[in-house]
């Protein structure tokens, strides 16, 4: 088995989640007493979020970067950063490093293709339904991408950092995000990205409306198992 270097921390919440499917998922593909053999550098959230805020992603992307070698220094076999948002630092980490970077876009592009479907709608911090470094990624797929309207960003943002970072788990915010899949349907979409590690907190179920869902989280994790035991 492989070491992967998990990257974390952005929220701690979801990096919670990497831990447990990972180790399940070596475990269900192993069995008996078989777990992850994980090296985790989980970080502090508020360093990142202030950079975020401030716009100063070459200071982040030299911040990530640093952790990233730590966990190669430690002798890992690959990363993955356990993040949505952050991999806009993807490629000036991926420069630093003599280990594979496993990209969180690439492992959801092949689950969604896997369901023979091409057009999806992209939920996630405004980060990454604004900037073009998740939507390129997933485009280089073959797969077209829609974001919500403007007003609609705001608060799928405004949950995720105010709620789901913090572990609240609200029933009006649900039903809400099911209100915004249902406006993205109209516009002819076949699947929806949860691109925000978070958010399958809120949603997680895997089909709403008719519209298949994609946690990013689990399509991470999928590819990370995948590459431990190949």
Known sequence: MKTIGLLGGMSWESTDLYYQQINRG?????????????ILNSINFAQIEILQQQGKWKEASDF?????????????D????????????APEIIDELSVPFLHIADATAQAVLQKNIRHI????TLFTMEQNFYKDQLQSHDIKVTIPQVEDRKFVHKVIYEELCCGQIHESSRLQFIEI????????????????TEIGMLLPDENILNIPLFDT???H???IIQFMLD
Do not use: D, F, P
């Not at 990363?79 to 952050?86: D, R, V």
């Open 181 to 196: 899949i249902r406006k993205l349907k109209n516009e002819g979409i076949q699947g929806v990205v949860l691109g925000c």
């Open 221 to 223: 994790v999928n590819q």
């Open 121 to 124: 709608a992209l939920l996630g």
């Open 78 to 89: 690959g990363i993955a950063l356990c993040t949505n948002t952050m991999h806009i630092c």
């Open 64 to 76: 990530l970067t640093r952790e990233a070698i730590k966990l190669q220094n430690a002798g890992v």
């Open 217 to 219: 989280t689990k399509a």
């Open 26 to 38: 070596i475990q269900r593909e192993l069995g008996s007493l078989n777990s992850a053999q994980i």
